[in-house]
């Protein structure tokens, strides 16, 4: 599976203005809501915070990967987003957040999970990828240039 076949665009956001990582994962819970996938999308963001309560997802270099395994949806989802200023969230490197990916899935689903999670994470840890993606000017550019660095045969 590859990520852009998990986003649409109305799941990607630049520029976003949170205020702190609760306020970041309820707009990205938000954006996913009307999925046709999403059950329930305050038990979606209950399960995200409750990951999140465990150990932070923010794994450095200014990501973040907030995600859960719940039974609140029917498949796999995602969301995207660039924020407008940097957002404390207890990451590994002590950095504040300036790109999250949010992935929710189905709790039997963990294989596949894990997997879009590493590629996410080996994508945004290259320095000129996360230069272009926290200088898109909108979520088509976004989109495109998470397309253009997406290989679904590596490490998958």
Same mark, same amino acid.
């Given at each position: ?12 956001? =630049? ?7 609760? *306020? ?5 819970? !938000? @954006? +996913? ?14 399960a995200v915070l409750a990951r999140e309560k465990m150990m932070s997802?923010? =794994? ?7 995600? *859960? ?5 029917? !498949? @796999? +989802? ?13 990451s590994l490197d002590n950095e504040p957040v300036r790109i999250a990916?949010?992935? =929710? ?52």
């Amino acid at each position: 599976m590859n990520l852009a076949s998990l986003l649409h665009i109305n799941h990607i956001s =630049v520029n976003l203005d949170a205020s702190d990582k609760e *306020a970041l994962i309820s707009h990205m819970v !938000g @954006m +996913i809501s009307n999925h046709p996938s999403v059950i329930d999308a305050k038990e979606v963001e209950e399960a995200v915070l409750a990951r999140e309560k465990m150990m932070s997802t923010g =794994v450095g270099k200014g990501l973040a990967l907030p995600h *859960a395994k719940t039974v609140a949806v029917k !498949g @796999m +989802i995602a969301a995207l987003v660039t924020t407008a200023n940097p957002v404390d969230f207890g990451s590994l490197d002590n950095e504040p957040v300036r790109i999250a990916f949010l992935l =929710v899935g189905k709790p039997d689903a963990k294989s596949m999970h894990v997997r879009i999670l590493s590629r996410v994470s080996r994508i945004m840890n290259q320095d000129e990828v996360r230069k272009q993606v926290l200088n898109a000017s909108s979520p088509e550019v976004l989109f495109s240039i998470l397309s253009e660095y997406d290989d679904p045969n590596s490490g998958s």
